[in-house]
C-alpha cells in the first residue's frame, strides 16, 4: 500500500503495520482504533484498504424500498415503526399496490417490513413470484433472517425450506438486518423478542450454502459498549470466513425517535459515523463491501464516508419508513443525479451496481479496468494512476461497459478483445499461461467423457475461459455439455454436475476443497498438453480513439509497472495472497507461473485459438 500516513496517535502504528502486511486486526486492535482521536489517520487506513479492495469505484443501485405493512406481532423497544393491528397509522399492502410502486428503470426491490399475524404463506410467495414476472429485469432482496424467522415458526417449515419456495419465486439476496448487534446483554435489554445471533447466522449461512448471497447489519450508537461493537464485526468476519456469502456491510447509525432509549434528537456524531465506518472495513477483511446508507447517516456525512472505508451507498431508495418514522432527516428519496454527483465530488467513479455487485454503467472518463484477481497484480501493484481511475471488475462485464464506450483501457479477457478489436487497439502485454495456472478449474465427480449431456455450471464473470472450456469438450473429447452460468459469489454447486471456476475463487477451491467435487483439472494445462502452446487469456487494449499520447502514456505506465511488478514477483502478490489464504510462498509460486508480455509464441497460439472457437461455433 501506497500510503504515507503521518500518525498523531502512535499507537496506531501497530494497528497500521498489520494493516499492511495483509494481517488480520484483533478485537484489542478494534478496541484501539475506538479509543482513538486520531480519526483522521483511521480513516486514512481504512481507504488505503478501500482503494485496495474497489480502486476508485464507488457503487449504488436504483433501488425501492417496500415496506409490505406496519403492523408487526413484536414490539421491540427501538422500533418507532411498528403498529399493532387495528391502530390508525396501520397499513397493508397488496401485492397490485407494490407492483405499482415499481417500474422498469429499478434494478432491485428491497423487502422487509413488519410480522404480520394473519398474511398465509402463498402471501410472500406470491409477492416475490408476481414481482419477478411483472419485472424480469429487477433482482428481488427481500426478507431479513428475522421475517425468515418468523415463517419457519408460524408455516412451520424448516428455514432451508422457506429459502427454497422464496428463491424458486425469484429472491436472489437477503437484506442483513435484524441481529442489531450480536450481544445477548443488548438483546435482552432492547429486544428480548426478537432472534439472538444464533438464529441470525443459521439463517444467514443456510441461504448462502443455498446460493442466496445476503448483507449483514450493525445497529450502532445505543447502549452497546466499543467491545460489543468490534465483537460483532469479528463473529461476522469468522461466518465469512465460512461461506463467503456476505457481499456488504452495514453500520447503522441508531435513530433515538419516541423509542426512549436516547432523547430524542441525540443522533451519533459524524466523527463516530466515520469512524465505525473506517473501523468496519478494517476489521472486515473478507466482505467486499461496506456501505454508508445515506438515509440514515445523511448525504453530508455519507459522502464524507466515501474517503473512510465505504465504496457503497446504497440507492435511490424511493421512499423508506422505517428510519424515517424514528426520526431520520435525509431526503426520503435520492435521485440517481444527486447520488452520482456526491460519489463524483468525492472523487471517485460513480458505479451503477445490480445486486450482486456487477458494474451496469460507469459515468466517469479515464477509466481504467482492473482485473481483480491475484494474477493480475504485477500490473497493478505499482501503476500510476495520474489522470486515470482504476475500476477493479470482472473481464466479463468489463467487456461489457467497453462496449458501452463507458472504458478507456484495461486488461480485457481475450474474448472480449476478439469481439471488439474494431475499437479496441492491444498493446504487447497481458496474461497468458506457460502451462498449468490453477487459477481456471474444472471440478467434477466425472472424467471429461463422462459430462456428455450434463451440466456444468460457468461462474459468471468470464467469456475467456467459457470459450476455452468449450473448445475442450468439443475439439479435445468430442463431447457437448450444457453449460449454465452461475451468478457471481456464493452458489450451490450440487445444482451441477461439474462447475467451472476462475481467478480468486478458484485458488481458494484448489487450497481449500470443500466444493463437493474429487476430481479438478486445470484448463491451461488440458490446453498446454494438447497444443504445446500457452493459453492467452487477457490482453492490454485500449480504445482505438484515444489520442496517440495517451495511448503512449498508457504504454508507458503499463511498462514501469510491470518492470517493478515483475522485479518483485517474490512479494507483489503477499497481501492479496494473503486475503485468499495462501501464503507468501504459494502466491509467488502462483504468479511465476504467468507471461505478462505476449511474444510471437502467445500470438500464435491466439491465432490458434480463435480458429479453434470458430469451428466449434458453426458445429
Ligand atoms: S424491529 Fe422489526 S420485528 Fe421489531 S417491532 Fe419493529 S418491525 Fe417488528
Known amino acids: 500500500m501506497n500510503t504515507n500516513i503521518h500518525f498523531r496517535d502512535k499507537n496506531l502504528h501497530p494497528v497500521w503495520d498489520k494493516v499492511q502486511r495483509g494481517e488480520r486486526l484483533t478485537l484489542q486492535d478494534g478496541l484501539i482504533l475506538f479509543a482513538s482521536p486520531d480519526v483522521i489517520s483511521i480513516g486514512k487506513m481504512a481507504h488505503a484498504v478501500q482503494r485496495m479492495k474497489s480502486g476508485d469505484a464507488v457503487y449504488y443501485v436504483v433501488n425501492q424500498k417496500i415496506e409490505p405493512t406496519n403492523i408487526c406481532v413484536l414490539s421491540c423497544s427501538f422500533c418507532d415503526f411498528a403498529v399493532k393491528q387495528g391502530s390508525p397509522e396501520a397499513y397493508e399492502m397488496t401485492v397490485a399496490d407494490i407492483l405499482a410502486k415499481l417500474n422498469s428503470d429499478v434494478h432491485e426491490v428491497h423487502i422487509t417490513g413488519g410480522l404480520h399475524p394473519d398474511w398465509p404463506w402463498e402471501y410472500y410467495v406470491g409477492m416475490v413470484r408476481d414481482i419477478k414476472k411483472a419485472f424480469p429485469q429487477l433482482d428481488v432482496k427481500a426478507f431479513t433472517a428475522v421475517e425468515i424467522d418468523f415463517f419457519h415458526k408460524k408455516f412451520k417449515m424448516p428455514i432451508a425450506e422457506v429459502l427454497r419456495q422464496l428463491y424458486?419465486?425469484?429472491?436472489?439476496?437477503?437484506?442483513?438486518?435484524?441481529?442489531?448487534?450480536?450481544s445477548e446483554r443488548v438483546r435482552k435489554l432492547l429486544f428480548n423478542q426478537k432472534i439472538g445471533a444464533k438464529t441470525w447466522f443459521d439463517v444467514h449461512t443456510t441461504a448462502h450454502r443455498m446460493g442466496i448471497p445476503s448483507n449483514a447489519t450493525l445497529l450502532y450508537g445505543h447502549i452497546e459498549t466499543y467491545e460489543e461493537r468490534v465483537g460483532h464485526m469479528?463473529?461476522?468476519?469468522?461466518?465469512?470466513?465460512?461461506?463467503?456469502?456476505?457481499?456488504?456491510?452495514?453500520?447503522l447509525a441508531f435513530q433515538p425517535g419516541d423509542t426512549g432509549i436516547k432523547p430524542k434528537n441525540e443522533?451519533?456524531?459524524?466523527?463516530?459515523?466515520?469512524?465505525?465506518i473506517a473501523v468496519s472495513r478494517l476489521m472486515l477483511d473478507n466482505v467486499p463491501h461496506i456501505k454508508a446508507y445515506w438515509v440514515m447517516l445523511t448525504e453530508e456525512v455519507a459522502s464524507v464516508a466515501l474517503n473512510f472505508g465505504a465504496d457503497d451507498m446504497d440507492g435511490t431508495v424511493g421512499g423508506e419508513k422505517i428510519a424515517h418514522?424514528?426520526?431520520a432527516v435525509s431526503p426520503m428519496a435520492m435521485a440517481k443525479e444527486k447520488l452520482v454527483k456526491i460519489i463524483t465530488d468525492a472523487g471517485k467513479i460513480p458505479v451503477?451496481?445490480?445486486?450482486?455487485?456487477?458494474?451496469?454503467n460507469v459515468d466517469a472518463a479515464n477509466v481504467i479496468g482492473q482485473i481483480p484477481y491475484l494474477n493480475s497484480v504485477p500490473f497493478y501493484a505499482h501503476f500510476e494512476q495520474r489522470q486515470f481511475k482504476m475500476l477493479p471488475i470482472a473481464p466479463r462485464r468489463m467487456g461489457v461497459l467497453a462496449q458501452?464506450?463507458?472504458i478507456d483501457a484495461g486488461l480485457f479477457s481475450l474474448m472480449d478483445y476478439f469481439a471488439q478489436e474494431e475499437s479496441l487497439e492491444a498493446a504487447r502485454f497481458g496474461i497468458a499461461s506457460r502451462d498449468q495456472v490453477k487459477s481456471v478449474i474444472l471440478l467434477t465427480n466425472e472424467g471429461w467423457r463422462g459430462l456428455h449431456g450434463k451440466t456444468i455450471g460457468i461462474i459468471d464473470d468470464t467469456a475467456t475461459s467459457v470459450k476455452l472450456l468449450q473448445v475442450l469438450l468439443e475439439k479435445k473429447y468430442g463431447v457437448k455439455a450444457n453449460l449454465e452460468r452461475m451468478h457471481a459469489g456464493v452458489n450451490d454447486y450440487s445444482r451441477y454436475d461439474a462447475v467451472m471456476l476462475i481467478g480468486d475463487a478458484a485458488l481458494r477451491a484448489v487450497k481449500e476443497?470443500?466444493?463437493?467435487?474429487?476430481?479438478?483439472?486445470?484448463?491451461?494445462?488440458?490446453?498446454?498438453?494438447?497444443?504445446k502452446m500457452p493459453f492467452v487469456f487477457a490482453v492490454w487494449a485500449y480504445r482505438r480513439t484515444l489520442p496517440p499520447e495517451r495511448k503512449a502514456e498508457l504504454n508507458e505506465l503499463i511498462d514501469t509497472a510491470l518492470q517493478r511488478g515483475e522485479a518483485e514477483i517474490e512479494t507483489v502478490g503477499a497481501v492479496h495472497g494473503r486475503r485468499i489464504h495462501l501464503t507468501p510462498e504459494e502466491s509467488a509460486e502462483f504468479l511465476q507461473g504467468f507471461n505478462y508480455r505476449l511474444g510471437d509464441r502467445e500470438q500464435e497460439a491466439m491465432r490458434l485459438f480463435k480458429k479453434l472457437i470458430e469451428e466449434v461455433e458453426v458445429s
Open 168 to 182: 424458486d419465486a425469484g429472491l436472489r439476496t437477503m437484506p442483513g438486518g435484524g441481529a442489531e448487534v450480536f
Open 234 to 251: 469479528l463473529r461476522l468476519r469468522e461466518a465469512q470466513d465460512q461461506t463467503g456469502g456476505f457481499l456488504s456491510f452495514i453500520p
Open 267 to 276: 443522533f451519533t456524531s459524524a466523527i463516530e459515523d466515520l469512524k465505525t
Open 325 to 327: 418514522d424514528a426520526g
Open 352 to 360: 451503477e451496481r445490480d445486486v450482486y455487485y456487477n458494474a451496469l
Open 404 to 406: 458501452k464506450g463507458q
Open 513 to 531: 476443497g470443500g466444493t463437493g467435487f474429487y476430481l479438478c483439472y486445470d484448463l491451461a494445462k488440458e490446453w498446454y498438453d494438447w497444443q
